[in-house]
DNA sequence: TAAGATGGCTAACACCGTTAGCTTCATTAG
DNA sequence: CTAATGAAGCTAACGGTGTTAGCCATCTTA
């Protein structure tokens, strides 16, 4: 499972804590190494590049937004509002993290294989292996997710009722097919 | 309508050529001046800082796609379908300039009004005047479409039926809120 | 005990957005 | 016609960024 040594654990540490309390931006490799009582230049010692310590922030949130979809119950009956709901509360608890996974194109490459698919699974299982619906649904739960965290309804807008309206849709031709 | 003076105009040109040629790493003062021979600080006699030349193109990004939703035919039965198969499209031809405008927190200061609600508007009219089915038709084709240009999807997915699908399932109440 | 790897360091480079301060030129006021 | 003003360019520079080169100490291992 690639183990990460001791320091590269703490060098992904440090970079997540800058990552949730300030934003992107503030992942620094100078601020990540003021972190650890090293200089900038240590730290490639350790990972190649800014991007591998970016992926290496990345494969953690695919991992804990897997374990998040575990946990949201897997017996519900309704399960792709269960999901949904998992899915945007994850989002909006690790704003900043799911921007990182989302936002750029992904380096498919410095990622440990799976880590993508595993997170897309339940969505997949949960539309009774309809990859097509369920492609909508993902699509649908990022939609809504980013475009919250870019603040991007109106101030007043009922956000639960729009993923009502969008998890009901798409949820009924998933039942009608099961039957 | 905040008239672009020529040299304001031909800046942010400039930034645009770069942007769709080079992604949002390109556009640079410095690349923006030399495109116009002349020197990166001299762009300040323009425009206050980068985000200010960055907000122009956001701008004429919301007004084209506002136009590719009127170009879309007002009169077709389906008029979701056709406004999403426009939203993508516009999505596609111009990837970096629709990750400027959606991936970030949008600056709504830095925009002329109404700009961001011209565009949202033929959504909402689509949706029968149901602002939550309407916000959620919005995020599944932004989610498709964001998805779609961060390489997100494997690579033999199909995602036109994925875009009938989502279309399909969210058109459905709305058509029979209409009776 | 010698060899080699490990993990720090400083100095530096090229690039970034941006500011300060100077010049040059066209327009306008008196 | 001249003087003044403002617009729009310039160079030099600052602090920040990722990153590289090259040096040195320490620790492990043969």
């Known amino acids: 499972m690639t183990e990460l040594s001791g320091r590269k654990a703490q060098i992904v540490a440090a970079a997540r804590g800058l990552l949730e309390s300030g934003g992107s931006e503030a992942v620094t490799m100078r601020a ?3 972190k650890l009582g090293i200089k900038a230049p240590s730290l490639y010692k350790h990972f190649a590049d800014k991007s591998s310590v970016e992926a290496a922030l990345v494969t953690a949130g695919f991992i804990e937004l897997t ?3 575990a946990a949201a119950g897997s ?3 309704e399960r792709l509002v269960a999901l949904g709901r998992a899915y945007r509360a994850w989002g909006i608890a690790h704003p900043h993290l799911y921007l990182l996974m989302t936002n750029r194109p992904l380096e498919r490459d410095r990622l440990p294989e799976g880590v993508e698919a ?3 699974a339940p969505i997949l299982e949960a ?3 309809d990859a097509d619906l369920a492609r909508a649904a993902w699509a649908f739960a990022h ?3 980013s475009l919250e965290l870019a603040d991007r309804f109106p ?3 009922d ?3 729009a993923w009502r309206a969008g998890t009901n849709a798409l949820q009924a031709p998933s039942r009608a097919n099961s039957y």
Chains 1, 2 share one sequence.
């Open 32 to 34: 990540i190494a003021d």
């Open 67 to 69: 374990e998040a979809f």
């Open 75 to 77: 017996g519900s009956t």
């Open 118 to 120: 595993g997170a897309a």
């Open 127 to 129: 539309c009774g292996g």
């Open 143 to 145: 939609g809504m997710t």
């Open 155 to 157: 101030p007043g807008a």
């Open 159 to 161: 956000l639960d009722a």
